[in-house]
Nanobody, 123 residues
């Protein structure tokens, strides 16, 4: 069983930056997708970014957010720049249990989820 722990959330002003971290307790193979999702207040959870052999981003964060991976530490990161109030959400880290996912932007492709970390962007 893999456990994921997010950290790095907090309160930031519009235009500011934050870096989220997600540490996995078990081994995560580099070919297994990991990703970030977020759930704004009163809304459904949505895709943010994923990384495996490639990276992919939601249109809403493209050019502002960067996902990266440190395989030696079993950790992924989400660097968030130029933050906007609409980025306010609980951010969740997720990990897949298999390689070659055809749809890593879909929630059903992930087996393990972190507890979430709150990101609040003030105007």
């Amino acid at each position: 069983q893999v456990q994921l722990v997010e950290s790095g959330g907090g309160l930031v002003q519009t235009g500011g930056s934050l870096r989220l971290s997600c540490a996995a307790s078990g081994r995560i193979f580099s070919s297994y997708p990991m990703g970030w999702f977020r759930q704004p207040p009163g809304k459904e959870r949505e895709f943010v970014a994923t990384i495996s052999y490639y990276t992919s981003y939601a249109d809403s964060v493209l050019g502002r957010f960067t996902i990266s991976r440190d395989n030696a530490k079993n950790t992924i990161y989400l660097q968030m720049n130029s933050l906007k109030p609409e980025d306010t959400a609980v951010y969740y880290c997720a990990a897949s249990s298999k390689s070659g996912s055809p749809a890593p932007n879909q929630q059903y492709e992930y087996s393990w989820w972190g507890q979430g970390t709150q990101v609040t962007v003030s105007s």
